[in-house]
């Protein structure tokens, strides 16, 4: 009763505030609106945010930049997104909507789909991938598997590196820390004579931390990780564009330190991941046509060390750490047909991976993922509505090499959604879409023995599907910003496996869910508001499941929180000063007590957690630059709180950092 409540109030103080500030303040307001923001995620082209029928968020360069967070796993989990899994060292996934992302393996087996500059980078793990030169984030809440193909059932999260502007600019930075963090980076962008640049490259340290209740979580810290991040391209002729784009990290040393009730004080593990992207984008002259071809080739590789053997029987303790490597590359072409009233977008996706495992089976597999897809947008009544749709196919080939065999599967997905704009401010929408998840390779064309079981696969596998149904309506004007958006989902088809007979295991598709709820964010900035000459921004926003249910237990899905809420404020002035707190909540989860060993069904706790950053240009030496210097508490009220049972996180962590703009 007492979160229905919190819940019925936030949706009335998102929606009636907002209308009365516009009636009363609106001729005040010379703010562009957010709803003229340019996107490219929702329909794989750029288009404005109120052209969108889905509910998309945007992180912001200038919220990205006065957050604590270094990656965008603690982005994304500062922001409230969804459901965080987060271990120490450098593993992070999120959840959206009930959907989780795969948690160690290959990105292909979740239900999040992770993008960089619009193409996936084989893994899940959001923590791979550093701020510094990082621009925007869009995020779809919802399917999206029309645009992005399996697993976009939850939603997509699209990082959008810097592309270079302005006159070429240049800084260096340096951050110390609590448990002997360390972080050095530089950077540069611009553009000049046709060609623009962004990049940066950054590596840090730190040291095991302790946890809110001061107990040291030994074997938590890391070595050494390493990230680079450039963007360049070229504009031959206007409107034609090429792009390189380079991403690579590397982190050696990461500690893996198990449950802290059996804290294992050797067991680390190196992991990277790199990504290179060739893009063309061109246009006619009249706008008419666009289109964009891109190649893009990457690879992801985990190697682990357990050199006591403390965990004999699981393959290392002989001394060769595990190794696990994702080779991955794909191709991308579309055209655009662009007019006043109707956009049509048409294009091919092809998706190769190879993965190789040099201890667990399946040590060898390959995926193969031919896609045509078609998307179209009308704006009819005076460019009031808008209605959108799309179809996609796709076409797999698995291998399973020496441990199965080759098999073959399909998929056609729809999706239709429609937009009305009640004022140049006020939108309202609908949407349906359709998502689905193909069968691994090891479910389809298993056939090897591991571990005294046979694990025989199933070339009768239906993908799992769901149908997703939401409404809603967004505000955005100025110094107020809101949305709201009510969802509803049925997950039919999960894979599970079942045993055939004692020691031999396949796969079947037995398993059902819905799944709905109620998703807002909010912003008001006040110092807009009264025309004064600094920006002070309250925000809000929140996500709230009210069924998320087993069709055929009726029990709670695990491991889903049913509310998370993120609260906090900005501040910023002319001269250089800026400061934001950020309260993050999330509420209890049925869980399994694995670290106990028990097995059993547990509640995992409700937690809060309180990040506070300031900033200040201390210096400003006009043509020569200027240095800012910026201070951040995490976990500023010292809670003990942890993403995953036995895994806590650092109590109350202090850093500072000095930065050269030039």
Not at 238 to 266: K, Q, W
Not at 424 to 433: C, E, M, P, S, T
Not at 494 to 500: G, P
Request: aromatic share 14%; charged share 25%.
């Amino acid at each position: 009763m007492k979160k229905m409540f919190v819940l019925y109030a936030m949706v009335f103080a998102f929606i009636l505030p907002g209308i009365g500030a516009a009636e009363t303040k609106g001729e005040k307001s010379e703010s562009v609106s957010m709803m003229d923001q340019m996107v490219v995620t929702a329909s794989r082209v750029e288009e404005k945010r109120k052209e969108i029928t889905s509910n998309i968020t945007v992180i912001a360069e200038e919220e990205i930049r006065l957050s604590s967070a270094r990656d965008i796993g603690d982005l994304l989990a500062e922001k409230g997104i969804g459901f965080v899994k987060k271990y120490p060292g450098n593993l992070t996934t999120i959840g959206i909507r009930g959907f989780k992302a795969e948690t160690h393996g290959i990105d292909l087996e979740g239900y999040i789909i992770i993008l960089l500059d619009g193409h996936r980078i084989a893994t899940s793990n959001i923590s791979k991938i550093m701020t510094k030169n990082v621009e925007r984030v869009e995020i779809i809440r919802g399917p999206a598997s029309v645009q992005y193909g399996s697993t976009a059932m939850g939603g997509v999260v699209n990082i959008i590196t810097k592309r270079g502007k302005d006159k070429p600019a240049a800084f260096v930075e340096g951050v110390l820390g609590s448990y002997n963090f360390q972080e050095w980076s530089i950077g540069a962008s611009g553009k000049t004579y046709g060609i623009d640049f962004s990049g940066s490259f950054t590596t840090s340290s730190m040291d095991d931390y302790e946890n809110g209740h001061g107990d040291k979580f030994h074997n938590s810290g890391y070595g050494d990780k390493e990230d680079c991040s450039l963007n360049i391209g070229y504009e031959f002729l206007p409107g034609n564009h090429l792009s390189f784009i380079y991403t690579n990290y590397d982190a050696e040393h990461v500690g893996n330190p198990e449950y802290i009730t059996a804290n294992d004080l050797d067991d680390n593990k190196d992991t990277s991941n790199r990504s290179l992207d060739f893009i063309y984008n061109g246009r006619t002259g009249n706008g008419a046509f666009t289109w964009q071809t891109r190649y893009y080739d990457g690879k992801d590789e985990t190697k682990h060390f357990d050199p006591v053997a403390s965990n004999p029987g699981w393959g290392w303790d002989d001394g060769i750490p595990y190794k696990k490597t994702i080779d991955h590359k794909g191709a991308q072409a579309q055209v655009s047909y662009n007019q006043e009233h109707i956009v049509v977008t048409a294009g091919f996706d092809w998706m190769y991976y190879e993965t190789k495992s040099n201890t667990y089976s399946p040590k060898n597999t390959e995926y193969d993922n031919p896609a045509g897809y078609i998307l179209a947008k009308t704006i009819l009544l005076d460019q009031r509505l808008i209605i959108t749709g799309g179809l996609r196919y796709d076409d797999y080939e698995v291998d399973m090499k020496d441990e199965g065999g080759k098999e073959t599967d399909d998929n056609i997905c729809p999706r239709i959604g429609a937009a009305y704009l009640l004022t140049d401010y006020l939108k309202i929408r609908v949407n349906y879409g359709e998502a689905f998840r193909m069968p691994s390779a090891n479910q389809l064309a298993a056939d090897y023995t591991s571990y005294y079981t046979h694990y025989v696969g199933n070339p009768d596998l239906d993908p799992e599907t769901s149908r997703t149904y939401e409404g809603g309506i967004d505000f955005f004007y100025g110094f107020f910003n809101s949305s709201l958006t009510c969802f509803f989902t049925d997950f039919d088809d999960k894979i599970d496996d079942y045993t055939v007979e004692p020691g031999v295991t396949s796969w079947k598709n037995i398993g059902e869910a819905t799944i709905s709820g109620i998703e807002g964010e909010l912003s008001f900035d006040i110092g807009a508001f009264f025309d004064l000459s600094c920006s002070i921004k309250p925000y809000a926003n929140f996500v709230y499941l009210n069924k998320y249910e087993d069709k055929e237990t009726h029990d709670d899905l695990m491991y889903t929180p049913d509310l998370h809420i993120t609260y906090g404020i900005t501040a910023s002035d002319l001269k250089g000063f800026s400061a934001n707190l950020n309260i993050t909540y999330t509420s209890e989860q049925d869980i399994t007590d694995y670290e106990y060993g028990t097995w059993a069904k547990i509640e995992k706790d409700e937690f809060t957690v309180a990040n506070l950053t300031m900033s200040k240009k201390i210096l400003d030496y006009n043509n020569y630059g200027s240095v800012t210097m910026k201070g951040e508490i995490q976990n500023l009220f010292d809670h003990d709180y942890e993403y995953v049972q036995g895994y806590p996180m650092p109590g109350r962590v202090f850093f500072v950092s000095l930065k050269y703009d030039f």
